[in-house]
């Protein structure tokens, strides 16, 4: 039983010099990473006004900074390995690199293509901050883009984030990029209206909401859908989307108020949905035919 309690002594005294020894260099290590860590926020707070201020898309310049930022982390943690005496990790983590490269690639293969998509969106830039843009079937306002995914705000308040690779593999619409937005919306009028003068009282009607631009991208009146009632007029108009002060759910408002008072007030009959019953009865009462 002496021996068994020596023995045990033997490994605890054994462990406890080895902690003593380890001690001083984790603490090292330790400061080490949180200098690093204070050097990289330095560094990050000035670089980040600095792109962008220089740069002319806010998507990069964040994109760019996250990439600064990793890549400190990536060295200070190896750093930190290497102080702390566990180099042969860190050298392990650089040497087999290319030999795991493949096993951990295709682990990893979804997250790798997102990031690369990532990075080809951030230097292609296809949109930008506060673009209206349909990703993956989802409409919306880009809010950021990240190293993975790319955040939108969907126009019913939702945060939707979609995976970088899906945005790259798949077509998407981008419907503000060169600032200009289309909307329109359809107007019936009654079967033998004068299309050509109601066409006139909608321009002229738009060309004063605040809000439509005129011009080269100036209001235009085409004929929808003729039924044997009601022909129904479609109305385009173009918004400026670098405008922040002009609101498209408003402007739509104020330009439809503005068409049905004005047709109204020329005289125009703007029906309802109509249906059409006829129904023929012989001289007994009886009926003969019902159609509808």
Do not use: C
């Not at 033997?10 to 204070?38: C, H, T, W």
């Not at 951030?122 to 673009?131: L, V, Y």
Request: proline fraction near 2%; avoid cysteine; hydrophobic fraction near 50%.
């Amino acid at each position: 039983m002496d021996q068994f309690f020596a023995d045990v002594w033997s490994y605890f005294e054994n462990y406890y010099d080895q902690l003593v020894a380890f001690f001083p260099k984790l603490m090292i290590g330790i400061i080490v990473l949180l200098v690093f860590r204070a050097i990289s926020g330095f560094v990050l707070r000035k670089l980040r006004p600095l792109l962008q201020e220089k740069m002319d898309d806010p998507l990069l310049a964040r994109f760019l900074v996250r990439i600064v930022k990793v890549t400190f982390f990536i060295i200070g943690f190896l750093l930190f390995l290497h102080i702390i005496g566990f180099s042969g990790i860190a050298a392990g983590i650089l040497g087999t690199a290319g030999v795991s490269a493949f096993v951990i690639g295709f682990a990893l293969k979804d997250i790798f293509e997102h990031f690369l998509a990532g990075f080809l969106l951030a230097f292609n830039r296809p949109f930008r901050i506060g673009d209206i843009v349909e990703l993956d079937g989802n409409e919306g306002t880009v809010v950021a883009l990240n190293m993975r995914n790319t955040h939108i705000k969907s126009f019913n308040g939702q945060d939707v984030y979609i995976p970088n690779g899906n945005i790259i593999k798949n077509a998407f619409r981008n419907y503000t990029i060169d600032g200009f937005l289309r909307q329109d919306f359809d107007v019936g009028l009654e079967f033998g209206a004068d299309l050509e003068r109601a066409s006139e009282v909608i321009i002229q009607g738009l060309q004063t909401v605040n809000g439509v631009l005129q011009e080269e991208k100036a209001p235009f009146v085409n004929v929808a859908s003729v039924g044997s009632q009601v022909v129904k007029l479609a109305v385009y108009y173009w918004l400026d989307t670098f405008d922040k002060e002009i609101s498209g759910a408003k402007v739509k408002i104020a330009a439809v108020n503005t068409v049905l008072e004005g047709l109204q007030s020329e005289g125009f009959y703007l029906p309802g949905d109509v249906i059409e019953i006829k129904n023929e009865k012989t001289f007994d009462g009886s009926t003969k035919k019902l159609e509808a």
